[in-house]
């Protein structure tokens, strides 16, 4: 009796309109392919009028602590969250930083511009696997994909610092 009246508690903690704002941050995670959990802890972080420690974020979602502590950690290195003022408190706080253009920023700098890094590399080994293809018309076939893939890639290395400078990141 005394589990299920705790589950209301944290239920009653969050309101109806916390957890839908909370799941239009989820579905905004799951489109770009982050973890679920991220999505959960910015929309709670974004919905809290106060600051929350990590404690607050594995209560009103329940998440185990390692998984509140992995997404903050991720989240702050996005830019998307920050620690919050202590006022007296021993206790880490977080909240989440508001400014679209900072989040986006983060986005680019810590998970797109990494993955077109590494798959320059990757691209330039494929060419030389395609090259050794003995199918000529296969080998020609990969060819062009590989180019149309090298070109994409070589445009978002272009466009990336153009958005982030609009962002004024």
Same mark, same amino acid.
């Given at each position: 009796?005394?589990?299920?009246?705790? =589950?209301?508690?944290?239920? =009653?903690?969050?309101?109806?309109?916390?957890?839908?704002?909370?799941?239009?941050?989820?579905?905004?995670?799951?489109?770009?392919?982050?973890?679920?959990?991220?999505?959960?802890?910015?929309?709670?972080?974004?919905?809290?009028?106060?600051?929350?420690?990590?404690?607050?974020? +594995?209560?009103?979602?329940?998440?185990?602590? !390692?998984?509140?502590?992995? !997404?903050?950690?991720?989240?702050?290195?996005?830019?998307?969250?920050?620690?919050?003022?202590?006022?007296?408190?021993?206790?880490?706080?977080?909240?989440?930083?508001?400014?679209?253009?900072?989040?986006? !920023?983060?986005?680019?700098?810590?998970? +797109?511009?990494?993955?077109?890094?590494?798959?320059? !590399?990757?691209?330039?080994?494929?060419?030389?696997?395609?090259?050794?293809?003995?199918?000529?018309?296969?080998?020609?076939?990969?060819?062009?994909?590989?180019?149309?893939?090298?070109?994409?890639?070589?445009?978002?290395?272009?466009?990336?610092?153009?958005?982030?400078?609009?962002?004024?990141?």
């Amino acid at each position: 009796m005394d589990a299920t009246r705790h =589950a209301a508690e944290n239920d =009653a903690e969050l309101t109806a309109l916390d957890r839908q704002v909370i799941d239009v941050f989820v579905d905004g995670v799951k489109v770009i392919g982050l973890p679920k959990s991220l999505g959960e802890i910015y929309g709670l972080l974004f919905v809290s009028p106060a600051a929350l420690s990590l404690d607050d974020v +594995v209560r009103k979602l329940r998440l185990s602590k !390692g998984s509140a502590s992995q !997404g903050l950690r991720m989240l702050r290195e996005l830019g998307a969250v920050k620690e919050a003022e202590a006022n007296g408190s021993r206790r880490t706080r977080y909240e989440p930083d508001v400014d679209l253009k900072r989040l986006v !920023g983060g986005f680019i700098r810590e998970q +797109v511009r990494p993955h077109l890094e590494s798959g320059k !590399g990757k691209v330039g080994k494929l060419m030389k696997n395609a090259a050794e293809e003995e199918d000529a018309e296969l080998r020609k076939f990969y060819r062009r994909r590989l180019q149309k893939l090298e070109a994409w890639m070589s445009r978002g290395r272009i466009v990336l610092p153009l958005i982030q400078r609009m962002l004024g990141e």
